[in-house]
């Protein structure tokens, strides 16, 4: 069974930096691309950012510049630094993966950047 467990989320000024760690089991981690996505109050789910199995990534633009992503195939880890933190990077970051047709969600982590 898949399962992704979100942490490091939390309470941050307005140009401050927080790292959310994603932890997978229940996959062969290497082999699979994995993303993050974050849901603000009012607003759908969006992708911020994802990496694939053999390490390429992709941003949305607006967090190009302030937000990497990264992997630790050992530890089977997916990371979002995310830097010069703005009050709109507010919302719910969820991991997510997919594997075998269907899309698996952790429960998320609440990020709160305050003004």
């Known amino acids: 069974q898949v399962h992704l467990v979100e942490s490091g989320g939390g309470l941050v000024q307005a140009g401050g930096s927080l790292r959310l760690s994603c932890t997978a089991s229940?996959?062969?981690?290497?082999?699979?691309?994995m993303a993050w996505h974050r849901q603000a109050p009012g607003k759908q789910r969006e992708l911020v950012a994802n990496?694939?199995?053999?390490?390429?990534?992709n941003y949305a633009d607006i967090v190009k510049g302030r937000f990497s992503i990264s992997r630790d195939n050992v530890w089977n880890r997916v990371y979002l630094q995310m830097n010069t933190l703005e009050p709109e990077d507010t919302a719910v970051y969820y991991c997510k993966t997919h594997h075998r047709g269907f899309d698996y969600w952790g429960r998320g982590t609440q990020v709160t950047v305050s003004s």
């Open positions: 229940g996959i062969n981690f290497r082999l699979y691309t």
């Open positions: 990496i694939s199995s053999g390490g390429s990534t």
